[in-house]
């Protein structure tokens, strides 16, 4: 043996005189992509076992050295690290990559479902692209996020992904409805609806006017400040201090209106509130 | 004259001894789990910032997944897999058992590293992407008989997406490089 290397020293064919002494190799491919097959070359001569081990697969079965071992699109479906390995007497093993193919879906979360107009970074989406078999596609990509309502674009922008993964964030529209979010890539799209409702209150009135049995007081129609009227079920709150003390009454907007009867029959002040916002004050006189 | 047994007041063997066997899986899960070191660096998280406490539980999960899918796959079962993993990471993990319980493989993680980085966590905290810089030892064996032994270095794609009471791992994929 130590004559050997010394040969091989002297001629400078030290690797090639290592491959000698192996009684099998194998040569891996130095890319592959997911669900495509390819193949490994053998050199030796004889029969060994052959084992492929990566994510999804632990495959073994005969081989004859010298020649090519396929690999199917499916052993090679899910993208990692795969392992080959070539046993006879001794075992030799490399490894190599398998990436994601083309982008074949796009996992698109939007969030919220519901917003408020007229809000700043209140929309905001992540799109992540998959191949046919879900492997994440890592190679960046131009993802397209459109945001349009039945009658106006408000966004759309093209996003190279990073990391495999693209997303935005922006202002809610300035009226009520459906919001239509969409994202493409090629001729992938994806679609999420997100509903705009009115935001709070603005320039909230009362008028009031005493009745028989107490007093009658209502909101005028109630908008938020982009004009849209406030969803029926909103809750406006009248407080009614009078000589009685002081009364708290919670109603619902019904078609873009509140009303409430108050039991005061003195001198009485009226206010009103929606969430954080105050409305006008009115004074109704005692009854007579 | 016999000798009498004596038996301590308050201390039942029969329960000792079932306690004892009781805790000796959950002390060579410990074991297992504590073989995984995992460290994560939040600083490049974006575009949302990880909180401490989500930080600590990023790390918890992540490891106890590791250790799972040590199991899982040296063991050829499929229990261990599913609280930790969900989505295509359990399909291709599941998979994975199958075809080794078919061909007699099975893989030996060991002396398991994580270098782990938050690359991208969604405005709403909803998923996280991580890069593992991962070391271990392999060990790929065909029945009892040897076939692979390394020290390696694999990154890894990770997506982990928060459930009821954990983090899971829905996508697990090696690359070359980051």
């Known amino acids: 043996m130590a004559r050997l290397v010394r040969i091989c020293a002297v001629m400078g064919l030290a690797a090639a005189c290592a491959n000698a002494g192996a009684a099998q190799d194998l040569r891996v491919p130095d890319s592959a992509v997911a669900g495509e097959q390819t193949s490994i070359s053998t050199t030796g001569s004889g029969k060994a076992t052959f084992y492929l081990a990566g994510p999804g697969v632990s495959r073994k079965n005969e081989v004859a050295l010298g020649q090519e071992v396929r690999l199917t699109?499916?052993?090679?479906?899910?993208?990692?690290?795969?392992l080959a390995i070539l046993c006879s007497e001794t075992c030799r093993s490399a490894g190599f990559y398998v990436s994601a193919g083309k982008a074949a879906s796009l996992s698109f979360i939007v969030h919220p479902s519901r917003v408020p107009v007229a809000q700043d970074e209140a929309v905001n989406g992540v799109a992540f692209p998959f191949d046919q078999y879900r492997n994440l596609v890592l190679a960046p990509v131009n993802v397209n996020f459109r945001l349009n309502t039945k009658d106006a674009s408000?966004?759309?922008r093209a996003i190279r992904t990073q990391n495999g993964v693209a997303w935005f964030r922006t202002a809610s529209g300035k009226s009520a409805g459906a919001l239509q979010v969409v994202a493409s890539l090629d001729d992938l799209t994806t679609r999420r609806a997100v509903q705009q409702v009115a935001s709070d209150p603005c320039n909230l009135r009362i008028t009031g006017q005493r009745t028989k049995t107490g007093i009658l007081v209502q909101t005028e129609p109630v908008h938020d400040c982009s004009g849209n009227v406030l969803p029926d079920g909103t809750i406006v709150t009248f407080t009614a201090t009078g000589p009685?003390?002081?009364?708290?009454?919670?109603?619902p907007i019904k078609?873009?209106?509140?009303?409430?009867?108050?039991?005061?029959?003195?001198?009485?002040?009226i206010s009103v509130a929606s969430g954080v916002v105050m409305g006008n004050e009115i004074r109704v006189g005692a009854q007579p | 004259m016999k000798a009498a047994t004596k038996f301590v007041p308050g201390f039942h063997f029969p329960l000792f001894f079932a306690g004892v066997l009781l805790l000796v899986p959950a002390l060579n899960s410990y074991a297992a789990d504590a073989m995984v070191e995992v460290q994560l660096d939040v600083k490049k998280a974006a575009p949302r910032a990880i909180e401490e406490l989500t930080e600590g539980r990023i790390l918890r999960d992540y490891r106890?997944?590791?250790t799972s899918m040590a199991q899982a796959l040296q063991f050829n079962t499929f229990d261990p897999l599913e609280g930790p993993f969900s989505g295509e990471a359990r399909r291709w993990l599941r998979q994975t058992v199958t075809s080794q319980q078919q061909s007699g493989l099975s893989h030996r993680y060991t002396d398991q590293n994580h270098r782990l980085e938050a690359v991208f966590y969604s405005p709403e905290g909803d998923v996280v992407e991580l890069h593992d810089t991962a070391q271990y030892h392999l060990q790929i064996l065909d029945g009892e008989k040897d076939i692979h032994d390394e020290n390696v270095v694999v990154h890894y794609v990770v997506l982990m997406t928060p459930g009821a009471d954990r983090w899971t791992i829905r996508q697990l994929q090696a690359v070359p490089q980051f």
Do not use: K, N
């Not at chain 1, 209106?257 to 003195?266: K, L, P, V």
């Open chain 1, 73 to 82: 699109g499916h052993d090679l479906r899910d993208a990692g690290y795969y």
């Open chain 1, 255 to 269: 078609q873009g209106i509140a009303r409430a009867q108050m039991d005061s029959s003195g001198a009485t002040t």
């Open chain 2, 64 to 66: 106890f997944a590791w």
């Open chain 1, 154 to 156: 408000l966004f759309s």
């Open chain 1, 244 to 251: 009685e003390g002081r009364d708290t009454v919670d109603a």
